[in-house]
């Protein structure tokens, strides 16, 4: 079955420290992965996906992610965080496969920063 | 992403009563997307809509639900006679086409309680 997990319903770091949020997935063709931010009261904002290549991806706000296909992983990360990125993080997986292209996505981590 | 919009934010009805969302997809996109996000779950693809055209509803329920994206205005989603398990946060996101680099923009979304 299809699936995106995200293990921790809710973390808690300080401004300033490190950051990971772990993404683990199952699917049965070449995933395509994505990771979404949804601050209080907004869409839901790409901050980064990948497709193919380098692993290692770089997206906006200072994050990004790393695939491994070994651990059916794509963990998101940024070394410091700031007060403004509390919000909610969503994983999502998707396959390119023309007009029914759609993203299963996980359940989401809710990010606090404390001062 | 202040592009798509949703309207309304907050939609209160009845049990047995229609509800319809709305969403204005970005300028210049045609394609657009509702997901619903029930409480506890993950995001839920729903529908695929091309102007005048329904590529995927695969994931609408068979009954009561339908979408629409006509040649001109919004997209709309609407559920006759509903229920309260329909209470739910309703997003439409739109693309510009297809495509390996196809990104979604999301609406902020609209929140259904059926009292």
């Known amino acids: 079955a299809q699936s995106v997990t995200q293990p921790d319903i809710h973390i808690t770091v300080s401004e300033g420290a490190s950051l990971e949020l772990r993404c683990n997935y199952s699917?049965?063709?070449?995933?395509?992965l994505f990771w979404y931010v949804q601050s209080p009261g907004q869409g839901l904002q790409l901050l980064l996906k990948?497709?193919?290549?380098d692993t290692l991806v770089q997206g906006i706000k200072g994050f990004e992610a790393e695939f491994k296909r070994s651990q059916s992983s794509f963990n998101l990360r940024k070394p410091s965080v700031h007060w403004s990125d509390a919000a909610e993080y969503f994983c999502?997986?998707?396959?390119?496969?023309?007009?029914?292209?759609?993203?299963?996505w996980g359940l989401g981590t809710s990010l606090a920063v404390n001062p | 992403n202040a592009g798509v919009m949703q309207n309304p934010r907050h939609l209160v009805r009845r049990r047995g009563q229609e509800a319809r969302l709305r969403c204005s997809p970005m300028?210049?996109?045609?394609?657009v997307y509702w997901y619903r996000q029930l409480p506890e779950e993950g995001l839920k693809f729903m529908v695929y809509l091309q102007k005048e055209n329904i590529i995927d509803e695969s994931g609408m329920p068979k009954e009561r639900f339908s979408a629409e994206f006509p040649k001109e205005g919004p997209s709309i989603l609407r559920i006759q006679q509903v229920v309260r398990g329909d209470s739910a946060a309703y997003f439409c996101?739109?693309?510009?086409?297809?495509?390996?680099?196809?990104?979604?923009?999301f609406g902020s979304g609209t929140q259904l309680s059926v009292l």
């Open positions: 999502a997986v998707g396959a390119r496969a023309g007009n029914n292209r759609k993203l299963i």
């Open positions: 300028k210049g996109h045609s394609h």
């Open positions: 699917y049965g063709a070449t995933p395509y």
């Open positions: 990948y497709f193919s290549g």
């Open positions: 996101a739109s693309s510009p086409g297809q495509g390996e680099n196809e990104k979604l923009f």
